[in-house]
Structures are given as structure tokens and as C-alpha cells.
T-cell receptor, first 117, second 116 residues
Framework: AQKVTQAQTEISVVEKEDVTLDCVYE???????LFWYKQPPSGELVFLIR??????QNEISGRYSWNFQKSTSSFNFTITASQVVDSAVYFC??????????????FGKGTRLHILP | GAVVSQHPSRVICKSGTSVKIECRSL??????MFWYRQFPKQSLMLMAT?????????EQGVEKDKFLINHASLTLSTLTVTSAHPEDSSFYIC????????????FGDGTRLSIL
């Protein structure tokens, strides 16, 4: 069975600090996708990244970076120089990847991030 | 801009009412759409997978007669909450996968349903 664990329920940091959100996943599939989504108070899901299980390269996008470690089944997300606008709930997620397509997405419980001014 | 439109964004209605929520892909064809439910301060839970032209596949524990799904075209799936009760109050969000499947799923902005 697939499972995504986000052990940090809630994190508070002061603005400009770096913060890492942890994500550990379980799957029997050899091919899968990993995701991170941001959900601000307004409720919509903002897509941040999708990573194929064959691509273990870390990725950086501006202040965001992701560390994919297949050996530890982890896909951690780091925000550097955090800003108040980063305050949101962040979800790590997993889906099967048959025929290069992502399928139903299994979400972790989310980490509520508070960036304090 | 939004590529998946979900309507309405918010519904408040009396217990016993049936509520229809639309999920529309705006600039791509979606053979498959997914419906999720999110209770306050909880995660998103998949309710069902909606396939164009065929019956939806429901997750364990989701009543198919309670949550009717219709996916009659490649751009529209609807979720109808029949005879809604206060415990059905939740945030419902859909996603759509384009027919090629190479792009990540696109999520709608969600529908906040409140049953009085």
C-alpha cells in the first residue's frame, strides 16, 4: 500500500530563516511520482513540483529546493530565507506512474508552516 | 490562469438538499478526473476516480449512491452530493489529467460545502 508521512504537523520559524519540511513515503511500485503542493488559507492547491522516481536529481527553484533520497524513501522540501507569504499548509504526495502518467494521488497529512514576521 | 474550473466555489444549503459540483477542464481534454474531500485541518482524501464514458471508481468507504459522479464529456465531470447532511460539510476539490498524461494533474480551486 502507498503511504506518505509528514511527521511535522506544525512548524513556526521567524522570517528569513531556512526551514525544511520532511516527507517519507512507502510504495511497492518501482515507478511513481512524488509531489509537493502548497495550500494557502484560501484553500486552493498550488502545485510546486512533481518528481519521477527515476530522477533522483535534487532541484532548486528560487528559494525552494527539494532533496530526493530513494535510499531513505524521503523527499524533503527546503525553503530558504523564508517569507511571511510562505505561510501555508504544505502537502507531500505520491502517485503511481503507469505509462508515464500520474494516477490518483495519495496525500500526506500536511505540515502547517507559520512564518513569523 | 486556471486550467481547471470548479463551480461553485462555495455552497451553503439546508440539510436534505442535493448539491451538484462541476469540474471543467478549460483548455485540454481530460479522460480522467479525480474527486477529493478535505475536512477542516485534515488532508485530502481521494473519493473517486471519474472516467469519461464509464462508471466512476469509488474508494473504499465512499458511498456511490450518496456521491453521484457523472463524466459525460472530455471536459466535464460532476459530483452530486445527494440528500446532503451536516456531516457532508467539507471542502471538495477535483483534479483533471489530460489525455496525454504527460503533464501533472491540474487541480480546481475547490468547493466549500456547508450544510445547515
Amino acid at each position: 500500500a502507498q503511504k506518505v508521512t509528514q511527521a511535522q504537523t506544525e512548524i513556526s520559524v521567524v522570517e528569513k530563516e531556512d526551514v525544511t519540511l520532511d516527507c517519507v513515503y512507502e510504495t511497492r511500485d518501482t515507478t511513481y511520482y512524488l509531489f509537493w503542493y502548497k495550500q494557502p488559507p484560501s484553500g486552493e492547491l498550488v502545485f510546486l513540483i512533481r518528481r519521477n522516481s527515476f530522477d533522483e536529481q535534487n532541484e532548486i527553484s528560487g528559494r525552494y529546493s527539494w532533496n530526493f533520497q530513494k535510499s531513505t524513501s524521503s523527499f524533503n522540501f527546503t525553503i530558504t530565507a523564508s517569507q511571511v507569504v510562505d505561510s501555508a499548509v504544505y502537502f507531500c504526495a505520491l502517485s503511481e506512474a503507469g505509462r508515464n502518467r500520474d494516477d490518483k494521488i495519495i496525500f500526506g497529512k500536511g505540515t502547517r508552516l507559520h512564518i513569523l514576521p | 490562469g486556471a486550467v481547471v474550473s470548479q463551480h461553485p466555489s462555495r455552497v451553503i444549503c439546508k440539510s436534505g438538499t442535493s448539491v451538484k459540483i462541476e469540474c471543467r477542464s478549460l483548455d485540454f481534454q481530460a479522460t480522467t478526473m479525480f474527486w477529493y474531500r478535505q475536512f477542516p485541518k485534515q488532508s485530502l482524501m481521494l473519493m473517486a476516480t471519474s472516467n469519461e464514458g464509464s462508471k466512476a471508481t469509488y474508494e473504499q468507504g465512499v458511498e456511490k449512491d450518496k456521491f453521484l459522479i457523472n463524466h459525460a464529456s472530455l471536459t466535464l465531470s460532476t459530483l452530486t452530493v445527494t440528500s446532503a447532511h451536516p456531516e457532508d460539510s467539507s471542502f471538495y476539490i477535483c483534479s483533471a489529467r489530460d489525455t496525454s498524461g504527460y503533464q501533472p494533474q491540474h487541480f480546481g480551486d475547490g468547493t466549500r460545502l456547508s450544510i445547515l
